[in-house]
């Protein structure tokens, strides 16, 4: 589950636990962006990677592939890279349905539909469509939606507001800590 977690918050919990529970995944591995593809500004790359290592358990892992290669953000580089350092692991790429309307702008996103398979994963507000092949959405009864995100989360921050139930508590107090997002 790629990202750039600015901050990691608890609907990136929420994704990676239901993509164990109702997918049936072994481990989700938390991949934090280096650079963001569509040249966002990003707040400093210590704090996310701090923040996200706090979402880390017991089958969900951090991994800072992404990071020490100091990849551009566009997945299609990170793929060959985690094939062939992971031969034995086979890959799906975890996506929010907020991706889906903007997915045809990611870098070769064509032949990245044709290296790993997408799940997507609902969330409120945004709908499961367009779909390419090669995805396909998770639906469960017992699924939980939410619209909980990073730029909600900042944005609470700026004007005062409590983030607490939203991030995970060890984030919230780094983030009140390093006075991040005001």
Known sequence: MGGVFNPPHLGHLLMAQQALDLAGFQEIWLLPAYRHTFVKQLDSLTDRLH???LLAGDRIRLSTLEID????GQTIELVPLLQNDYPQHQFTF?????QLPTFHKWGEYQKLLQKLPFLVIPR????????YKGMRVLEHPLLIKTNISSSIIRQRVRQGLTIEYL???KVKEYIEKKGLYK
């Open 51 to 53: 923040m996200t290592k």
């Open 69 to 72: 290669q100091r990849l551009s």
């Open 94 to 98: 975890i996506i929010g349905s907020d």
């Open 124 to 131: 409120a507000g945004f709908p499961t469509k367009p779909l």
């Open 167 to 169: 991030v995970p508590g």
